[in-house]
């Protein structure tokens, strides 16, 4: 990782150094229970940033950077969560700021930079789990979510087209698992989408996952480009610039999964579902 990804994230010319192994993320967990706004099954912690010794400690609150473990349930949980975040920024889609470090274990942990702080000032956010009242994350559809942006964004035709090149970017990657709390509005300058979060290649460790956790066109799987361009048809997205963003991009997209820290089992398989997704929805190479 270069000097400049820990300028950017953590103002240091280096990594900082993380006093935790993997067997203590749950119990240090387990302390802030009820402390902490950050859900979810997967283990987290809420850390900040000690500068004086250049180091990421756990606290309840003031959090800086959200820590995501290893799971045993799912191998390569952070490098997965890494790579795809690597690759949605690199093809112009907004994410904060992230890395890998090693815990004391050697094992890597995700870090990510909360985008819903600005120093000690809490930018407050809304997920669509929290807009649409929804009490089952996984019941209903991508248009729903599409048409409360619409009403909801002070620039509804630009969110709603970041908000579509997301649900393709999903979808190319192999994520299943973009439930309601994956999408997010700010208020802050306006009312506008957050950037992207928790994107993985959920295909990877669950081959029968589904396409999509959401439906789209009354579908969450087998999906194909008449669904997406019915999506984008609903949206009032214009027909020019739907997926450009997408032309031609595997193969960077390829090489950075080939320089990410995934198995080289995993990088393979990981091609392969981006391959396979190009074709269906008919996006050129």
């Given at each position: 990782?270069?000097?400049?990804?820990?300028?950017?994230?953590?103002?240091?010319?280096?990594?900082?150094?993380?006093?935790?192994?993997?067997?203590?993320?749950?119990?240090?967990?387990?302390?802030?229970?009820?402390?902490?706004?950050?859900?979810?099954?997967?283990?987290?912690?809420?850390?900040?940033?000690?500068?004086?010794?250049?180091?990421?400690?756990?606290?309840?609150?003031?959090?800086?950077?959200?820590?995501?473990?290893?799971?045993?349930?799912?191998p390569n949980t952070p490098e997965n969560e890494n790579c795809c975040m690597d690759i949605a920024e690199n093809i112009g889609i907004e994410v904060p700021p992230h890395c890998l470090l090693s815990l004391t274990d050697g094992s890597l942990a995700y870090i990510v930079k909360r985008f819903d702080r600005i120093g000690q000032d809490k930018i407050h956010q809304e997920t669509f789990s929290q807009i649409l009242g929804?009490?089952?994350?996984?019941?209903?559809?991508?248009?729903?979510?599409?048409?409360?942006?619409?009403?909801?964004?002070?620039?509804?035709?630009l969110d709603v087209q970041l908000f579509f090149e997301r649900v393709v970017f999903n979808f190319l990657v192999g994520n299943g698992d973009a439930h309601f709390k994956n999408y997010s509005i700010s208020y802050h300058n306006g009312i506008r989408l957050s950037p992207a979060y928790d994107?993985?290649?959920?295909k990877l460790v669950i081959s029968t996952d589904t396409d999509s956790a959401l439906t789209i066109n009354g579908k969450n799987d087998k999906l194909?480009?008449?669904?997406?361009?019915?999506?984008?048809?609903?949206?009032?997205?214009?027909?020019?610039?739907?997926?450009?963003?997408?032309?031609?991009?595997?193969?960077?997209?390829?090489?950075l999964i080939k320089t990410c820290k995934l198995s080289g089992e995993f990088q393979g398989k990981f091609i392969e579902i981006i391959s396979s997704?190009?074709?269906?929805?008919?996006?050129?190479q």
């Open positions: 990782m270069s000097t400049e990804l820990f300028k950017k994230l953590f103002g240091l010319d280096q990594a900082p150094i993380i006093r935790l192994s993997l067997q203590d993320i749950p119990l240090k967990a387990q302390e802030m229970v009820g402390k902490m706004s950050i859900s979810g099954v997967q283990p987290k912690l809420s850390i900040k940033l000690d500068k004086t010794k250049a180091e990421l400690i756990s606290v309840a609150g003031e959090g800086e950077y959200i820590l995501k473990p290893q799971t045993q349930a799912f929804k009490k089952d994350k996984y019941s209903g559809s991508v248009e729903q979510i599409g048409s409360k942006l619409k009403q909801a964004s002070s620039v509804p035709g994107i993985v290649c959920s194909d480009r008449k669904d997406f361009d019915a999506l984008a048809d609903y949206l009032e997205i214009p027909v020019r610039i739907r997926y450009e963003k997408f032309f031609g991009k595997i193969e960077l997209m390829n090489n997704r190009y074709t269906r929805i008919e996006i050129p």
